[in-house]
Structure formats: structure tokens, C-alpha cells
């Protein structure tokens, strides 16, 4: 898969001409402290094209970039893909420009992704955790529908099936205009 455009959202394969801007995204203060695998650490620009040099012999991750028109607006990838049970944990971050309808925006890309997830993977289930403190992310979770499965103290688990995604982004996409 190349390009992958609905709700008003292109998905396309991370590049290598799109580190730098996931790099500035990962470094900013406000993501890098809600970010687990990261903890505030700042990464350089050799870090960054190591850790995507390092992609190519996963066969287990899927990462990938999102855009409106030209511009990238956020960041989504598939980690622990276990295919033969139809699991994956899923992660992104979102920078939205003020000018754009951050609702539309934002659900719009979450739903082309996890369409990706579900019709073009084959996935049965996704499983996400968040960082206590991430209360946006926490927000999030439970409006796209995934259910709380336990807690510890450092951070928050989730999952979402197959047959509790479809009526949600249905309802969401008719509610958002995104048809």
C-alpha cells in the first residue's frame, strides 16, 4: 500500500523525507513527555535516521504518516503485529495547524488508519496504553471506542475489536459530515 486516501485524509508509508518532521514532532517538549518509548529524551538527527534505517528488517511494524493536500498532520504506526492472532499496538501523534478543523481532522485520520488496520491488514485487534498523565490520549481511547482493560501505576491499557470499531466510526464520520 502506497497511498491510502478517505475522510478527507492521505496515508502513505513513512519515508525518509518525512523523519525530520516526525524528529521535530517527537523532539517538541509537550509530546516527547507523554511519550513512553522516549521520556523527554532529546533525538538527534543521526538517532532519528538509525531508528528509520533500522525499519527495514521489521516485519512486525508498520509505520506511517498522514496528510491534508500536502501538508503531514500526524504520525501513525502498527507495533507487535502478531499475524497470526490479528493483534497490533497502535501509536501516533497528531499536530494539527490551528487554520484546519481539528475535529474532522483528527477523527478523520484516526478512522482511515484504523480502516487500514481492520480492511487492509486484517486485524481483529488493536491494544494501546497511554501514560497516565496523557489525558488527551486517554480521552481519545474512549471515544474511538476502545475499552479499558486494567491500569497500573505508571499507565493505562486498552483494546479495541473489530466489531466495536465499525459502529463507532460509522456514527462518527455521519456525525462529522465525512462520508
Known amino acids: 500500500m502506497n497511498n491510502f486516501i478517505k475522510y478527507g485524509i492521505k496515508i502513505s508509508k513513512l519515508e525518509l523525507k518525512d523523519i ?3 524528529r521535530q514532532w517527537r523532539n517538541d517538549p ?5 511519550m513512553l518509548s522516549q521520556n523527554g529524551h532529546h533525538i538527534t538527527k543521526e538517532e532519528q535516521l ?3 534505517n533500522s525499519l527495514a ?3 512486525d511494524a508498520i509505520y506511517y504518516m498522514a496528510f491534508v493536500d500536502d501538508l503531514a498532520i500526524g504520525y501513525f504506526c502498527f507495533q507487535q503485529i502478531n499475524w497470526q492472532n490479528g493483534q497490533a499496538i497502535p501509536g501516533e501523534i497528531m499536530v494539527i495547524p490551528d487554520h484546519l478543523d481539528e475535529a474532522r481532522i483528527t477523527f478523520g485520520a484516526y478512522c482511515a488508519v484504523y480502516d487500514i488496520a481492520f480492511d487492509v491488514l486484517g486485524l481483529k485487534e488493536l491494544k494501546a496504553y497511554s501514560k497516565l498523565e496523557n489525558k488527551r490520549a486517554i480521552r481519545m481511547a474512549k471515544l474511538l471506542n476502545f ?3 486494567h491500569q497500573d501505576d505508571e499507565c493505562i491499557y486498552f483494546k ?10 460509522d456514527s462518527l464520520i455521519s456525525k462529522l459530515g465525512l462520508n
Do not use: A, G
Open 20 to 22: 525530520e518532521t516526525l
Open 30 to 34: 509537550k509530546i516527547s513527555k507523554v
Open 50 to 52: 538509525n531508528w528509520f
Open 57 to 59: 528488517d521489521k516485519s
Open 147 to 149: 475499552k479499558i482493560t
Open 160 to 169: 479495541l475489536n473489530k466489531n466495536d470499531y465499525y459502529p463507532m466510526r
